[in-house]
């Protein structure tokens, strides 16, 4: 006998979770649920104001499953970080910035093939 896939229940009154359009919006996401989790914010399902596919933990996930695999090395997670927290971009016309920069590409590209899979980042729009 096979058994069906379980899935978690879905209620008429839940509005449609909304996949992220690009890796570097689910990284800022992320950041900023880190820092609102570091203050004391505890987070409750259904409250937000656009639904996202995903919890905080499951970008987590994804990022240490790169770590353990060897496709993110300690410069890719320190830039994701240094940048996360400064809620922007390295800047591509800045010269100092370079390296920062290409880093945080092969990161946000690493990390968008496990996020589309899950379903996290739009497979149409995703980077």
């Known amino acids: 006998m096979v058994r069906a896939p379980m899935t978690a229940p879905t209620f008429a009154s839940e509005p449609p979770a909304t996949p992220f359009a690009k890796s570097e919006d689910v990284w800022f996401w992320y950041v900023r649920c880190q820092i609102a989790r570091d203050a004391g914010a505890r ?5 937000s104001e656009t639904p996202r596919p995903c919890e905080p933990d499951d ?3 994804a990022v240490r499953s790169l770590w353990l695999a060897g496709a993110l090395t300690r410069r890719h997670v320190q830039t994701l970080f240094d940048y996360g927290f400064r809620e922007t971009p390295p800047d591509p016309r800045c010269r100092e910035e370079a390296k920062a920069r290409r880093s945080w590409e092969e990161a946000l ?3 968008a093939t496990p996020l ?3 379903g996290i980042l739009d497979e149409a729009t995703g980077q």
């Open 116 to 118: 589309k899979a899950k």
């Open 109 to 111: 590209d690493r990390l």
């Open 43 to 47: 987070f409750v399902a259904g409250l």
């Open 59 to 61: 970008i987590y996930r």
